[in-house]
Every structure is written in C-alpha cells, then in structure tokens.
C-alpha cells in the first residue's frame, strides 16, 4: 500500500474528526445566540469575549459532573447506547467531498476520507443505525418516558425515512449515480440541482429536520411530555455524547442538502480559478452554504410550534410520501421523454460518469488556457 496514501487519509481522518467536534461544540454556543437574537435578548456573553469559551466551559461542565447509572437500568446497554449515537454520527461525514482536489507534497489530493460508489446509501444507512442509541438509551433506562421517547424516535426515523428515500432516489436519476463526488461535479457551476428538484428539496429538507428529532418534530424529546425523552436518565459526559451527536448530525445533515441541491463546493464563476485557489474556494464556499441550513434549521427550532404525535405522523404518511411518489414518477417520465424512450430513437443516455469527465476536461483545458 502507498505509505503517502496511508497518511493522507489519516491526516484527513484526524483532521475532519477534530473539526466535526470543534464545529458541533460552537454550534451550542450559535444555537444559544440564534435563540437570544430572535427573543431579543443578548444570550451567552460571560465566558470569554462574546462568550465565545461557553462551550469550552460547558464542555468542563459535563466532564467533571457525577457520573451515575440507575439502579434498575441495564448497565452495559446504559453505556452502549450514547457511544453508538456519538460513533455513527461521527461516521457519516466520511464519504462527504469537502472541497476539489489540492496539491501539496506532490500529490493530488481529495479532500474526503473515501469516494464509494455508493456515497449516498453509506450516509443513508448510518443515519438509520444511529436510531438505535436512542432506542437502547431508552430501553436501558428502565424509565417509562425513556421508553416512550425511544418508540416515538424509531417511529418517526421510518416514516420520514421513506419520503426522504424517494427524494434522494429523484436526484440518482438525474445524475446516475450514487456517488456524492459524482453527484457534486455534475453541479458544475451553477447547474445546481436545486433548479430541477424544488419539491425534492421541500420534501428532503423537512424529512432531516425529522430525522434530526428536532422542533417542530422534537417529539421525542418535548419536556411537556417526556421530561428529556430517552436521557432523561443520562448525565455528565454520556448526555454530553447525545448532544453532541445532535449537534454533529445536525452539521452533517445541512452538508447533505447542500451537497445534494446547491452543488456543494460549486460556485458562479468557479471556471476563472484553478489549483488549490479553487480547492480553497470551494471548501469556503461550501461551508457557507452548510452554515445556511444550520441556521435555516435553527431558524424553525425558534420560530414554529411542536406537531402534535398525530399531526407529525400524518404529515409523513399522507402528505410527504405521496408528492415525494408524485415526483419520482414525472422525474422518471421526463428523463425517459428527453431520452427518446417514447418517440422510438435510439439516443444515448449519458451516465454522470461521461458528464463528469467532459466537466473535468473542459477544466483541464481552461487552465491550460
């Protein structure tokens, strides 16, 4: 195995690992001041300059606090629980394409950890595990709302799963294929699958605010009901891993939606740059865009009022999955009528694979230029 390879990937791991918590950690800090400006009030502001060392402080906060277990609770599944919300949420941000390629040390390097050919379904298949440390939190507790919170957690996750699913399933058509690098460089520019998929993206957004457990779908936590649903029994670092792993789900779900509708590092006139100006620029440019949704979604936590447990259900089952169906099905028809499956041509349907090389190329040749 290449020795080079081997420690660019490590760097990259270490690297996206400390800034998934460094981000997850200020985003309670930027959660805390959304909720002040919106209520007119100032928010934290003792820690440290504008308070920017409340989360460092926080952070303390959990680690030296008690840390207890039940006396009923099922021990080893009481500690299982939290570490397996915290280690999926940290996983899923291994197949994101962060930025272009860059040069440094003589290689061309790919800012993400992997590039699988089924990119998708990988971040697809961890947000669905991840359920499971709230159903096991739940369980352990021994604690009726915990458990009530980890029914209504894993009820909700399938519901808005599917709609969310058929979504995604709108967007491969389009791209052919399930590669988010691929799916990233057929957005080349501004052609943006935003423009094609309006409904796709309403559907996708409000499915990960679903799946994200938060206001107005928070229903697994609302303290009217639950007290603080399946932690309720949970403190010091073990709720410090259910927070976080919000948090970091949260900072990964806002990427998706930008990497999947807004073209990821894609921007207007990425044509005039080149090299690692252009990887820099793209690597700011998509975080600003996560930035966007992550307060897009704050912006919902602050201002709409809780669904009812019915009122959510409903919303999933009968109206999202039917418009998400509706869509699928006039994506499909009009990929097959500009495809000539109905007038009897024979053309050839380009896989993202060509478009993404003639993009390349045609780049290739700009900087040659």
Known sequence: MDTGLLIEKIVIVLALFLVSLGVAAYLTLLERKVAAWMQNRIGPDRAGKWGLLQPLADGGKLFFKEDFIPANADRWLFIIGPGISMGFAMMTSAVIPWGPNIEAFGRDIALQVTDINVGILFVMALSSVSVYGIMIGGWASNNKYSLFSAIRASSQMISYELAMGLAIITIVLMNGSLSLREIVEAQHGMNWNIWYQPIGFIVFLVCT?????????????????????????????????????????????????????????????????????????????????????????????????????????????????????????????????????????????????????????AINTNDGK
């Not at 998400?324 to 009009?334: E, F, G, R």
């Open 209 to 361: 605010v679903a799946e994200l457990n938060r206001a107005p779908f928070d229903m697994a936590e609302c303290e009217s009901e639950l007290i603080t649903g399946h932690h309720t029994e949970y403190g010091a670092m073990k709720q410090g891993f259910y927070m976080f792993a919000e948090y970091v789900h949260l900072f990964v779900g806002s990427a998706i939606i930008a990497l999947l509708y807004f073209g990821g590092y894609n921007f207007p006139g990425m044509d005039y740059f080149s090299g690692n100006t252009l990887a820099i620029l793209g690597t700011l440019v998509f975080f600003a865009k996560t930035a966007f949704f992550i307060f897009l979604i704050m912006w919902f936590r602050w201002t709409l009022p809780r669904f009812r447990y019915d009122q959510l259900m409903g919303l999933g089952w009968k109206k999202l999955i039917p418009i998400s169906i509706v869509n699928l099905v006039i994506t499909a028809l009009v990929i097959a009528g500009t495809s000539g499956w109905f007038s009897g041509e024979s053309k050839t349907v380009e896989t993202s694979q060509t478009k993404t090389e003639q993009v390349k190329t």
